[in-house]
């Protein structure tokens, strides 16, 4: 495997992420923000952040396998929502879980959480990207 992921002592241990990664691989993958669009380009739970989250994650996912990649991979995320507040967390974290069930893995790589005022259309309430490693 390419990553570790790691909760070095000194540091709180979170649920959903682990603090650290280390990549051992020797490809880099950027996978391009993902939002919530099925593969014709429509808009995926509009209104409804946990089914966006999901399909937000689904879309990496597919990204990466794309090319050989997984989630087990991915050493970064980054996670933008519109009008963020912290009383969204429930639904992300739902998403996410939602997600993990039908990747058929656990989605723990060290992340950025980051409230943006609006992503490229109104109806997307998220958007994710990765950065993964690979042989």
């Not at 996670?79 to 989605?107: F, K, N």
């Amino acid at each position: 495997m390419t990553i570790t992921l790691v909760n070095p002592d000194g540091l709180p241990t979170i649920d959903v992420y682990r603090q650290v990664s280390v990549a051992t691989g020797s490809k880099l993958v950027f996978v391009a923000g993902q939002v919530a669009w099925d593969a014709d380009g429509k808009t995926v739970g509009e209104g409804d952040l946990a089914a966006q989250v999901e399909q937000c994650y689904l879309n990496v996912g597919t990204a990466l396998a794309g090319v050989g990649a997984s989630f087990q991979d991915v050493a970064k995320l980054n996670v933008h929502v519109a009008g963020w507040t912290p009383d969204q967390m429930p639904a992300l974290l739902d998403g996410i879980a939602r997600a993990a069930a039908r990747l058929g893995t656990t989605v723990t790589p060290p992340a950025t959480l980051l409230g943006v005022a609006a992503l490229d259309v109104p109806e997307h309430l998220v958007e994710v990207e990765a950065t993964a490693v690979i042989d």
